[in-house]
């Protein structure tokens, strides 16, 4: 079997259905262009199209206008968008190869490993000097070693000698995030220090990040895409069923794992930089699904469009909402009082889940 007819296995829809996709797809990549501008334009200090430009270009009107657009808001405007789209994609493949609509980077441990690698990191350098300048590249590099671990550990606990099955994978990532999420709390209750980073690390959050982050994601990024349109043939096929996939000749075992691998190596490198991100995983394929079908052809450029969109969305929320605007509470943090990214996607992801469930019972 050639990869071309691998390629062609899903059920493929007619001229004017994949035309009508290509105008989504473009429709979404124009929604986030618009909202990434947005973003760059508003904040506590606003600034008009035409100033953007000019600090973009070099010849700011101020050089307050250089320092926010350039220094503040376009490197996290740009790690919203990537980690979005990231995690997106991962949760696109999850759910395809796994067959299961509850499948994300969550549920599977991965985002949960990250997140006890960076905050491993943060709990070990709580006591030593000058660490601080440091941990934009050592928190990072620990969420990426612990995602790749958290995934490794999850397949190897949940093949057999007739391999590893979806749900048994399913599983087995529910109970070892559970299990990496109690260790992460009792770190965060035994540290001595980086107590607000730590939180921040746990419930997702960009604030803080510079083009250190950015520079130290890109390389993950940059590997994790040319992988990701690789295995997209053999994804596709493994949506049919293992059986399908032998008749078109793949080894379906192998195949998922090259496919789980990518998407772990996707959703690491996201919470390499913004943490653990809670629902956008699962809520950017199943909006992408509705958008453009089930096709990972258009579905994984759908859910990264979707995704970043999203978490950009909620970053800019998160940068224009404070809970000084909240008269009963009073909240005073190293920090400020800004709300994490992680807390809206939260606010929207909890009753998408309760309607996913609804839909499906």
């Given amino acids: 079997m050639t990869t071309a007819q691998v390629r062609c296995a899903p059920t493929t829809e007619a001229t004017p259905h994949a035309s009508r996709h290509r105008w989504t797809v473009a429709g979404l990549a124009l929604v986030l262009a618009v909202l990434m501008l947005l973003y760059v334009m508003l904040g506590p200090v606003s600034f008009a199209p035409g100033s953007v430009v000019r600090a973009l270009v070099g010849r700011p009107d101020e050089t307050l206008h250089r320092i926010a657009v350039w220094d503040v808001r376009l490197p996290r405007v740009l790690m919203a968008a990537l980690s979005g789209a990231m995690l997106a994609s991962s949760g696109a493949f999850l759910q395809s190869v796994l067959r299961n609509p509850l499948a994300a980077p969550a549920t599977v441990g991965v985002t949960p490993g990250a997140v006890l690698g960076a905050v491993g990191v943060l709990v070990l350098t709580s006591g030593s000097e000058g660490t601080l300048s440091h941990l934009n590249v050592l928190a990072p590099l620990g969420a990426v070693a612990g995602g790749l671990c958290a995934g490794g550990v999850v397949y190897g606990l949940s093949y057999r000698r007739a391999g590893a099955d979806p749900l048994r994978l399913i599983l087995t990532g529910v109970i070892v995030a559970a299990f990496l999420s109690a260790i992460t709390s009792f770190a965060v209750l035994t540290s001595g220090s980086h107590t607000d980073a730590i939180i921040r690390w746990l419930v ?75 629902f956008l995983g699962m809520m950017g394929p199943h909006l992408a699904r509705t958008l453009v079908g089930s096709d990972l ?44 990214v992680g807390a809206f996607t939260a606010l929207v992801g909890a009753p998408f889940f309760i309607y996913l469930m609804k839909a499906r019972s």
């Fill in 204 to 278: 997702g959050s960009l604030s803080t990040r510079t083009w250190e982050h950015l520079v130290f994601q890109l390389p993950v990024a940059a590997v994790a895409v040319p992988l990701a349109a690789a295995v997209i043939p053999a994804a596709n096929a493994l949506q049919l069923g293992d059986a399908a996939a032998v008749n078109l000749g793949l080894r379906p075992e192998l195949a998922r794992a090259g496919v789980l691998a990518v998407a772990v190596v996707l959703a690491s490198g996201a919470v390499s930089v913004v943490g653990g991100i809670a």
């Fill in 297 to 340: 052809r258009r579905l994984v450029i759908a859910a990264a469009l979707v995704g970043a969109i999203i978490l950009v969305a909620a970053d800019l929320l998160a940068r224009t909402f404070s809970l000084d605007w909240l008269p009963l509470l009073d909240i005073a943090t190293a920090a400020g009082s800004r709300v994490p």
